[in-house]
């Protein structure tokens, strides 16, 4: 068997492994990727979670639903009259899939572009080679490099003892491939994944219940921006139960039945067509043979690295999901990035403090920096600025009105430390905060930019106003 020798060997090939495997060719190294995610017929489908059951597809879901909403619910406002609307969900799974293939394709032509070697299946240590480098084994080949990056990903994590089946009890894989519409859904955890898929579901009819273990909503968002958002989601008709320990969960022939104590320590039971457990996510280091070289992982199975992605081996790098911070493609993406540029002898950097979060429901929530509760929490001294999309013209054009921009900055400085927004495009007006956050601008810097008119960005400037409470429109 003959060994394969590469400056740089990539494993996986989601957002993090595929972006960095392309910069580190940029660069100029001989680069190989491997990925062993199959597509329906078992041929390669680069992309990892994000592409094949993550972010691509979720979003191609919420767009169907979406104007299947808009036609049920908004149409009539335009005049817009329609008779027998219906959804044909095959239709609509189909062209998500489609979707999805066109992402796999992009990436197969970037590698062929940027001529990174593509191998597919599951990458292997196996062992360190004497004099720096390691082997690695994929199907029946040994690849050999000096510089390694691990990007193995997530797994999603299932309640204790109720596997995932796909069929009844779903993960965020079953979620993006149910063949018709459940008359109720279920979902634990109202985290991310159970506010964009219990949206999609319930736009199209499911009667959805949520049941959340912590007494509270989204507390990792602004509190002011959370409170919004849920009221949003509750006038939509998404039931959201909090503070609720979730027990046995039995999926029979006709659906799923789970024991539930409430809040208040009361013992109830939830029945539904199918349930979805989100409940967050697991790295993944499956099949990697981490052991055979020591590559050290910590009490949850995450890849230790430090703050530049370096694991406790000369030359092994890991990102993404695998390791410590948000699970975020873009954080992945970035990570990637770092990476190959610092074996290039670069001084790639990651500024954790301006990664965005959005969540794609509807209204959007988005948000960067520090909430107004950590800014309490630390002591620091700051002014808060809100503007409401009910005063910005374009909102009312496009007959979209919930939500605000909020703006958190230094109280003696005025540097922005934080934006938070729900409501319409929320995930497009953020990369404005996340610039200035970088340039660290000011709230003022904002204020005095000429943002085109009639906009949704206006309440961005309005916001950034407001925190010198001199707003013009409302
Ligand atoms: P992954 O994307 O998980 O890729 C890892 C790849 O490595 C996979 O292809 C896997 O098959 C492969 N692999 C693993 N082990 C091996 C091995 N030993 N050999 C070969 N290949 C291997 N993030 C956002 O930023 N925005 C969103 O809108 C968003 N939506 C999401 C929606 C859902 C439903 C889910 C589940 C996630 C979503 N995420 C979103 C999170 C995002 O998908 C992840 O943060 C991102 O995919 C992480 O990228 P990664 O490269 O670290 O890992
Ligand atoms: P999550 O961490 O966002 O939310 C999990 C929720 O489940 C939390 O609210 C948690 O309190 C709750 N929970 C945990 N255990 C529970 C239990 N036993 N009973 C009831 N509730 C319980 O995780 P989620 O939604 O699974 O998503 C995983 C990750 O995928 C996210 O953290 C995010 O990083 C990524 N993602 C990102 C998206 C985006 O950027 N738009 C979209 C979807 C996922």
Request: with cysteine; net charge neutral; charged share 20%.
């Amino acid at each position: 068997m003959t060994t394969k020798s590469f400056d740089v060997v990539v494993i996986g090939g989601g957002p993090g492994g595929y972006i960095a495997a392309i910069r580190a060719a940029q660069l100029g190294f001989n680069v190989a990727c491997i990925d062993e995610w199959k597509n329906e017929k078992g041929g390669p489908a680069p992309g990892g979670t994000c592409t094949n059951v993550g972010c691509i597809p979720s979003k191609a879901l919420l767009q169907s639903s979406e104007h299947y909403e808009h036609a049920a619910r908004h149409f009539a406002e335009h005049g817009i009259g329609l008779k027998d609307l219906s959804i044909d969900v095959a239709t609509m799974v189909g062209r998500k899939n489609t979707v999805v293939k066109q992402n796999n394709d992009g990436i197969l032509y970037l590698f062929k572009k940027n001529k990174v070697a593509f191998f597919h299946g599951r990458g292997s240590f196996v062992k360190a080679v004497e004099g720096g480098g390691y082997e690695i084994a994929v199907g029946g080949e040994t690849l050999q490099a000096r510089q390694v990056i691990v990007a193995t990903g997530s797994n999603p994590r299932p309640l204790p003892g109720v596997p995932f089946d796909e069929e009844l009890v779903l993960s965020n894989d079953g979620a993006l491939r149910i063949g018709a519409v459940p008359k109720t859904l279920g979902l634990i955890g109202s985290g991310v994944i159970g506010l964009e898929m219990g949206s999609v579901w319930r736009r199209l009819g499911a009667q959805v219940t949520v049941l959340e273990a912590l007494p509270g909503f989204l507390p990792m968002a602004d509190e002011q921006i959370a409170k919004e958002a849920l009221k949003a989601f509750n006038k939509q008709g998404l039931k959201i139960e909090f503070g609720v320990k979730v027990g046995e969960v039995k999926a029979g022939k006709k659906g799923v039945s789970v024991a539930w104590t409430d809040a208040k320590g009361q013992a109830q039971t939830l029945e539904v067509d199918r349930l979805i457990v989100s409940i967050g996510r697991v790295p993944n280091t499956t099949g990697l043979n981490a052991e055979a070289v020591g590559l050290k992982l910590d009490e949850r199975g995450a890849i230790v690295v430090d703050a530049d992605c370096r694991t406790n081996l000369a030359g092994v790098w890991a990102v993404g999901d695998v390791v410590r911070g948000p699970m975020l493609a873009h954080k992945a993406e970035e990570e990637g990035v770092a990476v190959a540029e610092r074996i290039a002898g670069q001084h790639g950097h990651v500024n954790f403090d301006t990664i965005p979060f959005v969540i794609y429901t509807s209204p959007e929530v988005a948000w960067v920096g520090k909430t107004e509760q950590a800014l309490k929490a630390e002591g620091r001294a700051y002014k808060a600025g809100t503007f409401p999309f009910l005063a910005n013209g374009r909102a009312r054009a496009l007959g979209d009105t919930t939500g605000m921009v909020k703006f958190l900055a230094d109280a003696k400085t005025d540097e922005i430390l934080g934006v938070h927004i729900v409501g319409p495009q929320a995930s497009e007006l953020i990369s404005e905060a996340v610039v200035a956050m970088e340039f660290k601008a000011s709230a003022e810097d904002i204020a005095r930019i000429c943002h085109a008119h009639p906009s949704l960005s206006e309440a961005t400037k309005e916001a950034a106003l407001a925190v010198d409470k001199r707003t013009l429109n409302f």
